[in-house]
């Protein structure tokens, strides 16, 4: 393989074991779970405007019911976290997805 296709490959890899990658992978499954019914509804011909006002409010409603959702959400990616893990050690690999937020230098030079 050669040198870039290396650096690209290992700069792709650290990008998707992060943490907040999987969290926010997981925030979007979330998200679009409780979304998708409204947006199939909406783009089929001859929807019931009554009915496409009733799923928006109650799509609307689930959309805010995720923020208290969201230690649930959690706990849903650190569980697929740990079970990944588990794979990846089978696997006799050096890759483990990282289980927490990294504290990055948050300095800055002036």
Not at 31 to 38: A, N
Not at 74 to 87: D, G, R, V, Y
Request: aromatic share 10%; with cysteine.
């Amino acid at each position: 393989m050669n040198v870039k296709a290396r650096f690209d490959a290992q700069a792709l890899l650290s990008g998707l074991i992060k943490y907040e990658t999987i969290l926010v992978a997981h925030i979007y499954l979330r998200l679009f779970q409780v979304t998708t019914p409204l947006s199939e509804y909406l783009q089929t011909s001859g929807l019931d405007f009554i009915q496409a006002q009733g799923m928006t409010v109650t799509t609307m409603e689930s959309l805010r019911r995720m923020e208290d959702e969201f230690e649930s959400i959690i706990l849903t990616a650190n569980k697929f976290i740990e079970s990944q893990n588990e794979k990846l050690e089978l696997l006799d690999c050096d890759i483990f997805l990282i289980i927490h937020f990294l504290l990055e230098d948050t300095e800055r030079k002036i």
